[in-house]
């Protein structure tokens, strides 16, 4: 049986770009090829990569040639994207619930949720606003380098 756990787009951003927490992201990933988990994203999964990457050359913390590069490999990285209309609803509930001023973050949640799986995020912000009532949440910065 694969594992599925959902990944935000902040974690593979610190795979193809130097960022605190980078090592981190990179025990995260070499864990998840080794037990074979099945990454998973919602549809704005791309979409936040690229935007992310852009502003990032734009406020010139990356060359136009790193982020460029940066995005082919994110873009090679095996993430199954799922897309489901019940995501955005689900999304904006819980929005709405844990008082998050925009819907984005949440559609990981709806889908983790939705799959019943782990979500693995970068953002000590969301994670703080959920981590008591979602204990499938995880924190990039609770790892060790020696364990996931």
């Known amino acids: 049986m694969v594992t599925q756990v959902c990944l935000d787009a902040s974690i593979l ?8 927490d980078s090592q981190l992201a990179t025990v995260l990933w070499q864990q998840s ?16 990569i690229t935007a992310v990457l852009r502003k990032k050359v734009h406020r010139q913390l990356l060359t136009t ?3 460029e590069q940066a995005l082919r ?8 994207i799922i897309s ?4 955005h609803q689900r999304a904006w509930e819980l929005a709405t619930y ?9 559609h990981y949640l709806a889908l983790a949720e939705a ?8 953002d000590q912000r969301l994670f703080n606003a959920v981590k008591t009532e979602l204990s499938w949440v995880r924190w990039l910065g609770s790892l060790t380098e020696n364990k996931v």
């Open 13 to 20: 951003i610190k795979l193809v770009v130097p960022e605190p």
């Open 33 to 48: 090829i080794q037990t074979e988990w099945e990454i998973v994203a919602p549809a704005l999964f791309w979409f936040e």
């Open 65 to 67: 040639a790193e982020g």
């Open 73 to 80: 490999l994110a873009l090679e990285a095996d993430v199954q």
């Open 84 to 87: 489901a209309h019940s995501l």
């Open 98 to 106: 844990f008082q998050r001023p925009t819907a984005y973050d949440t």
């Open 115 to 122: 799959l019943r799986c782990d979500f693995w995020t970068a």
